[in-house]
């Protein structure tokens, strides 16, 4: 029986294979295997990409309504000593800047359509989500 790990690299394997072939033509995919060059850059964009896909998830889980912490622990995130699962998680998913520079996640409601802004190492969680409607059912859920 094949691990679940063993499934996945063979996953990945195919991707990588894909995208070189894709990339470089089906000379760059021989059939001992991959360029080494060719598939190890595959391998970095992949996981750049990926990534990204993570961080796109995350807030759409956010948006969704899911905590912080429910989506740390989704990704098997682990907080040090000093920081909570809800800021590691925050961190991993920081996607912009707000007007003053600071670094937050954004995304839109959907109880007020206003773009929301959420900020790492906020002293208040319950106070995290700036820009709500003042009349947003959900910003009043979290107070
Ligand atoms: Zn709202």
């Known amino acids: 029986m094949t691990s679940r790990l063993a499934k ?3 996953t ?3 991707a990588i294979l894909a995208m070189v072939t894709a990339t470089h033509g089906p ?9 080494l060059l060719a598939a190890a850059w595959a391998a970095r964009r992949l996981a750049s990409l990926a990534t990204m896909r993570a961080r796109q998830y ?3 889980a956010r948006e969704a309504g899911r905590r912080w912490e429910d989506i740390g622990q989704a990704l098997c995130l682990r907080a040090p000593h000093d920081l909570s699962l809800r800021d590691v998680t ?3 998913a920081l996607c912009g800047v707000d007007a003053e520079g600071r670094a937050c996640v954004t995304w839109r409601c959907p109880a007020c359509a206003r ?4 900020y790492v190492r906020e002293a208040d969680p319950a106070a995290a989500e700036h820009g ?3 009349d947003c059912a959900r910003a009043a859920g979290t107070r």
């Open 58 to 60: 995350v807030v759409q």
């Open 90 to 92: 925050l961190e991993y």
């Open 12 to 14: 990945v394997d195919a």
């Open 132 to 134: 709500h409607a003042a």
């Open 115 to 118: 773009m929301v802004r959420e």
């Open 8 to 10: 996945d690299a063979t």
């Open 27 to 35: 000379e760059a995919a021989a059939p001992q295997g991959p360029d």
